[in-house]
């Protein structure tokens, strides 16, 4: 058989099919990361009664909104520069996450949960924060 695949690759003029190169090969994919569920939303009454030691919180305002007040012990992340940030937050942590409403916060909640990390979404941002007499940093 293989006596008569040469004869008919010779008499047709055509080189024999190439060997498979490592181009070929399949490349390996990249290390999937488990994507997790947000954790349900706290209201800013219940963090407000944790000791902000205890917990990691992250704000995802903008510099400038961060710097008119925030909530004692929270650190800044914007939700433009999160993603970058991802290896900030303790390996572990269940962060709760806060904004000026909540909208940008359910974002990085959601953002965090495709990244692995189950997040506390705090619902009503630092607008409830401040209307419930929260004190302020």
């Known amino acids: 058989m293989r006596i008569f695949t040469l004869l008919v690759v010779l008499s047709l003029g055509c080189a ?3 060997a498979p190169t490592t ?3 399949p490349t390996p994919s990249a ?3 488990p994507t997790v569920a947000a954790l349900a939303d706290v209201s800013v009454a219940d963090v407000g009664a944790m000791d902000p030691a205890q917990i990691v919180l992250i704000d995802v305002r903008t510099p400038s909104e961060f710097a008119t007040g925030r909530a004692p012990g929270a650190v800044n992340m914007p939700l ?3 993603q970058d940030e991802l290896s900030q937050i303790p390996a572990g942590a269940e962060p709760y996450i806060i904004c000026q409403s909540g909208g940008r916060s359910a ?3 959601a953002l965090l949960a495709g990244n692995g990390i189950a997040a506390h979404n705090v619902s009503g941002g630092m607008s409830a924060w401040v209307s419930a007499g929260l004190p302020t940093e």
């Open 80 to 82: 433009s520069t999160l």
């Open 107 to 109: 974002r990085a909640t």
């Open 23 to 25: 181009a070929d090969a």
């Open 16 to 18: 024999p099919p190439a």
């Open 31 to 33: 290390p999937q990361v």
